[in-house]
């Protein structure tokens, strides 16, 4: 199989773009969005969402606005596009699995869709006003 090549500059912009998408800052956002938006979820007792409602896919495509926004303004600061990032993902996707320099790169690749992932929005929001009505929500 041929190895997918990254240079090390974009290799390095990567790595910074996944850091930074990771780190307290935007996660704190993303947090600090939950808290202000779990109100609009239903949980039963235990912890289940009751019904997949339309305002919790506005409130994805809200939060995801609010995360690919602030994750393109952090791209554009390390000298390349969005567009280019996106096709230095697309290269850890595609990378062969025996690529052990690609591995780190895919597992955290793996995480940041994660984090962007529905059902993981959901469960987040759930357990934001499970935790909110518990009172266990920070101030």
Do not use: W
């Amino acid at each position: 199989q041929k190895q997918v090549a990254m240079g090390d500059d974009m290799g390095d912009v990567f790595d910074k773009v996944i850091t930074h998408a990771l780190s307290d800052d935007v996660v704190n956002d993303i947090e600090e969005f939950a808290r202000s938006n779990c109100d609009a979820f239903n949980v039963t007792e235990d912890g289940i969402h009751a019904e997949q409602k339309l305002e919790y896919m506005e409130l994805y495509q809200k939060m995801q606005s609010l995360f690919e926004s602030k994750l393109a303004a952090f791209v554009e600061t390390c000298g390349v596009t969005m567009e280019q990032f996106e096709s230095l993902c697309e290269k850890v996707i595609n990378a062969p699995d025996d690529d052990e320099a690609m591995a780190e790169k895919k597992m955290s690749l793996s995480f940041l869709t994660m984090v962007t992932d529905y059902e993981t929005f959901v469960q987040m929001m759930s357990e934001c006003k499970k935790e909110k009505d518990e009172g266990m929500a920070l101030p």
